[in-house]
């Protein structure tokens, strides 16, 4: 007889207390899942969750995202073999034994998190070898089968214990396997007491890997062993392929912007005599190289922290936060009450999904002194009360961390208010409010309203997109009327283990550039011959920087010196200065283009105390600043509809799957490299097309004034 109600796994236990437990009832099984998208289609709730699966990635600010649920509701609609295909894996996700993993379906996270098991195990099989020869290591990783694995964990630790010092993947389960785990690196340390060595593909810990441990430390307990330490083995952010390794080293990160800062200003006439003495000396970087042994003592970190030491604050290990709530019983009642809850049907959740907060999710918080786990007490985005999301609603407010989701939710349960065209005042809604502090909404929210309500009732005319703001659209123009305008845009891939010399993890490693150059003012993006065109893809499965550098310095350099345009141009900047500290004979031309890149973005991204936001705006932009959405509500007759690679994260996955060697080259050249060639050069077209539009908008503007 079972002690819980019904399987609680792995995901379901992180997901309901780090970020919302109506979320894992969704995805807790395929039936709960299907009585959501009932619900939704019946207009009684509405599942937000937007399931986020947010590439490892320090830098580029534009990170894809995946929103399952709604990927799922349009397969059903389509009825292709491609389709169906993903529709069999959504379903078959149900039945792993860590619950439905939503990383899972973006294809460079699950590939960055095996290659990264896979080096982990390469690093405890070495270790073992050098200090513990006369022990073996037992490894089920390529067993696919739990209960299978289950039954030949469970006879080794009952009979072969004392032979064996690692074990890779075992398998655990509990209360008739409604909880069940498997373990990435177990040690064993005799007589039942062993240390869990738990494996991130990330830089550093987050939340959800506490519970991760945490779970898997409730099974282990209660299969009879004696856990005396966790670890979390995650990625050094220090650690770059090629390159002596120190534990005070500084990352990549800040190395390359010492660089930059300590480099004085460059001239043209500098940069190119520096890069064509580069060409004249046929530079021919070796780039490519393995990581060797003695790497591996250092590429991954294994913590047992928590939190670390602080200037006012004590460590705390990740065993030592489980034991505290252990104490308290907590882990007992979590999943006690958690198991009930998941498995109830949508009849007795509707209750739950009509309030407002996520109850379950907790935090570590300190006061005076003593470690306390509180609840969150966040309003909740990921179930609400039914609304239509293509009407203009008030999540389109934009904000960061500044205006996350929750503050959104707020104003929904709150005033129930959720439609734009039907709030007339967003001070008057602010009056329905619980806040701290003078004003709930951002500056600019307020004028969205407003171009809302003239778009809607239509009253909006192209000219009232810089209504105000003129000025700045005027000055901010000044600085393309000195051409060439050398408009430009990378691509890159990353790999979670460095694959290149020089390289970190996650490291956006460039391989293709487009650039467009406006020579005069003539230049219009519906004729193509009125401007002039570079671009580059790497063809070769080798490093894509050597001849990527040189051929896009070549193309930048090529009309003279101009100004040098990027849309988010920290991205560009920072790919650049990564590759200055790589290749120093580059430093000189990739600092100079570095020096003198300015950002489109500017037009719709704000600068404190700089530049507004939005001096350009369009209540089509949806309160956002990405270019996806400002060109075509700038320009709706240029799209990217009819090209097969639309998307960078597609071009990103499809070029690694080339250099990793899982495409042929045939099937590169004949189909693959002509669709990732028009995509990129779709990007930069697409800047053209915006600076085109503001200029006309301004110019009718002003045409207007007179």
């Not at 959501?36 to 969750?49: C, P, R, S, V």
């Not at 898997?216 to 299969?223: A, R, T, V």
């Amino acid at each position: 007889m079972s002690i819980y109600q019904g399987p609680l796994s792995k995901e379901d236990f992180k997901t309901a207390l780090v970020e919302c437990e109506k979320k894992a009832w969704v995805w807790h099984s395929f039936a709960n899942f299907k009585q959501m998208l009932d619900a939704q289609n019946a207009k009684e709730f509405i599942y937000w969750g937007k399931d986020k699966i947010t590439n490892e990635d320090d830098y580029h600010s534009d990170a894809s995202t995946i929103d399952l649920y709604e990927v799922y509701c349009q397969l059903l609609d389509n009825n292709n073999q491609q389709d169906n295909e993903s529709l069999t894996k959504f379903s078959q996700n149900w039945t792993d034994e860590d619950g439905f993993v939503l990383t899972k379906f973006q294809g460079e996270t699950i590939e960055n998190g095996n290659e990264v098991g896979d080096k982990a195990r390469v690093f405890w099989t070495l270790e073992n070898a050098k200090k513990t020869p006369h022990l073996k290591v037992a490894d089920f990783s390529g067993n696919l089968d739990f209960v299978a694995v289950q039954k030949q964990t469970t006879d080794l630790l009952n009979n072969e214990q004392s032979q064996y010092h690692y074990l890779f993947e075992p398998a655990f389960g509990y209360d008739n396997n409604n909880l069940k785990t498997r373990c990435d690196i177990l040690r064993l340390n005799g007589n039942n007491h062993v240390e869990i060595i738990e494996i991130k593909a990330t830089s550093k810990i987050k939340p959800e890997h506490f519970f991760d441990l945490a779970y898997q430390i409730f099974i282990l307990e209660k299969n009879g062993l004696i856990v005396d330490e966790v670890y979390l083995g995650h990625l050094r952010d220090n650690f770059i392929l090629g390159v002596p390794f120190a534990y005070d080293d500084s990352p990549l990160k800040d190395l390359a912007s010492t660089l930059y800062e300590e480099t004085p200003q460059i001239t043209f006439a500098e940069a190119k005599t520096a890069f064509e003495k580069v060409l004249n000396s046929n530079w021919q970087p070796d780039s490519e190289i393995k990581m060797i042994e003695d790497e591996f003592d250092y590429f991954l970190d294994f913590d047992p922290w928590l939190k670390k030491q602080g200037s006012k604050t004590a460590p705390y290990s990740l065993l030592e936060a489980y034991r505290d709530l252990e104490t308290q019983g907590r882990w007992e009642s979590w999943i006690n009450e958690l198991s009930t809850y998941l498995n109830k049907p949508l009849s007795l959740m509707t209750y739950y999904f009509q309030q407002p907060n996520c109850s379950w999710p907790v935090a570590l918080k300190q006061k005076k002194g003593a470690k306390i786990w509180a609840p969150k007490e966040t309003f909740c985005y990921h179930i609400m009360p039914w609304f239509d999301t293509s009407q203009p609603h008030i999540f389109q407010l934009t904000g960061s961390s500044n205006f996350a989701n929750s503050k959104k939710a707020q104003v929904y349960w709150e005033t129930q208010q959720v439609y734009l065209t039907k709030i007339k005042s967003l001070k008057g809604l602010e009056a329905s409010l619980t806040f701290k502090g003078d004003d709930f909404f951002l500056p600019y929210h307020h004028e969205h309203l407003d171009l809302v309500h003239q778009y809607q009732t239509n009253k909006f005319r192209i000219t009232d997109a810089i209504n105000g703001k003129q000025g700045y659209v005027k000055q901010n123009l000044v600085q393309y009327s000195h051409y060439p305008v050398y408009m430009y845009d990378f691509e890159t891939v990353k790999w979670a283990i460095p694959r290149f010399h020089r390289s970190k993890s996650y490291q956006q490693i460039p391989f293709q550039y487009s650039i467009d150059v406006l020579m005069d003012d003539n230049y219009d993006y519906n004729q193509p011959q009125s401007m002039k065109h570079y671009d580059f893809l790497a063809n070769q499965i080798a490093d894509p920087r050597p001849e990527f550098l040189r051929e896009f310095l070549k193309a930048i350099f090529s009309q003279g010196p101009g100004v040098y345009v990027a849309y988010n141009d920290s991205f560009e900047k920072t790919v650049l200065k990564y590759a200055a500290w790589a290749f120093p004979e580059l430093k000189i031309p990739l600092f100079y283009i570095v020096q003198n890149t300015i950002d489109l973005m500017t037009f719709f991204k704000g600068k404190k105390g700089v530049y507004p936001w939005f001096m350009v705006n369009h209540p089509l932009f949806e309160g956002s600043y990405s270019i996806k959405k400002t060109q075509p509500a700038l320009e709706p007759n240029f799209s990217y509809t009819d090209l097969t690679i639309n998307k960078g994260d597609k071009a990103s996955q499809v070029f690694r799957e080339f250099i990793d060697g899982l495409i042929p080259q045939a099937v590169w050249e004949e189909g693959i490299y002509p669709d990732l060639l028009a995509y990129c050069n779709r990007d930069t077209l697409a800047m053209v097309v915006i600076l085109q539009r503001v200029k006309e908008i301004y110019q009718e503007w002003e045409q207007n004034a007179k």
